[in-house]
Nanobody
Framework: QVHVVESGGGLVQAGGSLRLSCAASGSISSIDRGAWYRQALGKKRELVAIIFVGGGTSYPDSVRDRFTISRDNAKKTVYLQMNSLKPEDTAVYYC?????????WGQGIQVTVSS
């Protein structure tokens, strides 16, 4: 079994920064893909960043140039650096780890950006 735990969320003023961490543990030897999603109140869950096994990344236009996803293979951890935060970035952020063909989700962490 693989456990995924997010950390680093909280309350920040508009224009500020936060760094989310996503640590995988248990029966996992390596992370194939890591992704961050978010779900705002009353909205569908959306992908905000993904990092592939080779290190390539992809972002939607809404966060490109503000968010950066990275990974530490030794620590089995994926990060999301969020800069220039906006009130519309307020949401519950979820991490998804893909390993050996299976997806594992974290429980989610709240990010609130005040105006």
């Amino acid at each position: 079994q693989v456990h995924v735990v997010e950390s680093g969320g909280g309350l920040v003023q508009a224009g500020g920064s936060l760094r989310l961490s996503c640590a995988a543990s248990g029966s996992i030897s390596s992370i194939d893909r890591g992704a961050w999603y978010r779900q705002a109140l009353g909205k569908k869950r959306e992908l905000v960043a993904i990092i592939f096994v080779g290190g390539g990344t992809s972002y939607p236009d809404s966060v490109r140039d503000r968010f950066t996803i990275s990974r530490d293979n030794a620590k089995k951890t994926v990060y999301l650096q969020m800069n220039s935060l906006k009130p519309e970035d307020t949401a519950v952020y979820y991490c998804k780890i893909t390993t050996s063909g299976a997806d594992y989700w974290g429980q989610g962490i709240q990010v609130t950006v005040s105006s």
